[in-house]
């Protein structure tokens, strides 16, 4: 079983710490927490190498699912993980946007 966070617990870490949102780009692009960087799930599998095995990443997506099965991929592989219970879809805090200003 990975490690997991509540929603909630992450707001208060979210600019310390380093973190991955496994959704599609259009998800991605249309809502997403200003510092994760995007690697979607459909993605991860040939690019999990980007990663250092060194740093401790948080994983979000929309609800769980897709970061629970990015943890246990990432985790397998030897990296250390945190799957954010609840995702974006619980998210309350400070959001950026694809959208011009």
């Not at 909630?8 to 809502?31: G, M, N």
């Not at 990015?70 to 592989?77: G, K, R």
């Not at 990296?79 to 959001?95: D, F, P, R, S």
């Amino acid at each position: 079983m990975n490690n997991t966070i509540k929603n909630d617990d992450f707001a208060e870490l979210w600019q310390k710490e380093t973190l991955i949102d496994v959704r599609e780009v259009a998800e991605y692009t249309e809502r997403h927490i200003p510092t994760a960087q995007n690697i979607p799930l459909s993605q991860l599998e040939n690019r999990f190498n980007e990663l250092d095995k060194n740093v401790h990443y948080y994983i979000i997506c929309q609800s769980g699912r897709r970061s629970a099965l990015a943890c246990d991929l990432l985790a397998n592989q030897g990296y250390q993980v945190t799957n954010i219970l609840g995702g974006m879809a619980e998210w309350k805090g400070k959001i950026a946007d694809g959208q011009l200003r």
